[in-house]
C-alpha cells in the first residue's frame, strides 16, 4: 500500500494542489498529512472528499518566518517529526506547493523504485532541485538520469529509505544519497508561487 506524505505550511495553495491531486494516477490510499502551521484545516477534508485515508497530525507551530535559514531548519524540524511517521513500504512525498502532472504515480513507478520528478526554484534559477556530485542539474527535456539527491517535492521512495535519508545538516539543501536514485526529466511539476506557478 503506498502512503503519501504531505507536510503543510500554505492554505493559499490548496485549490490549485488539491485539482492536481484529483486529476493525478496517486492511488488513493494512505495519506499522512502534517499541517505544519496554523489555518491549515481545510487540508484534511479536501484529501478525504478525494478518497484517501486521512491520517492527520498537527505539529502546533506558528507561521513560517520569511527567514530563508530559518526555514530549511523549521523545514529540517518538520522532517524529523514525520520519520516515526510513515511506516514501511512504498512512500511518495510532496510539498504543498507542488503541481503534479496527471501521470505522476505511473511514470515515477516505472523509472525506479527511489525516483522524483523535476520543479524548478523559486528563486529564479533554471536548475532543479536534484543533484549530481553536489551540484545542482539544469532540466533536460526528457529522459530518466542517475542522480545523487533531490529535494522532497515529488519524490517516489520507501518509508525504510525515507528514515535512513531524509534529515540534513541547515546549511545542506539536499538530502542524504540515496541508492539508485533517478529523476524522470519527463515528470514535470509546478512549483507554486504567490505569483503565480514556475515550470520547468
Known sequence: MLTLLLPVTRSWTLPAVIEALAASD???????????APGCALWETSLYDLGFRVELHITRNPPPTTDRYERRRRHIRMREFTLPLVGDGPLLTLDDDTIVPPDVYARLSRAGEHATGVQVSRWG???CGVYRGGRSLRAQASGVESIDYCGHYCLL?????YRQT?????????MKPIPNLVV???????HM????????
Do not use: F
Open 166 to 174: 531524509a534529515v540534513h545538516l541547515p546549511s545542506e539543501c539536499y
Open 26 to 36: 496517486i492511488p488513493r490510499e494512505r495519506c499522512v498529512l502534517v499541517l505544519d
Open 184 to 190: 524522470d526529466w519527463g515528470c514535470v511539476c509546478g
Open 125 to 127: 534559477s533554471r536548475r
Open 157 to 161: 521512495t520507501t518509508g525504510e529509505m
Open 193 to 200: 508561487t504567490k505569483d503565480g506557478v514556475l515550470w520547468p
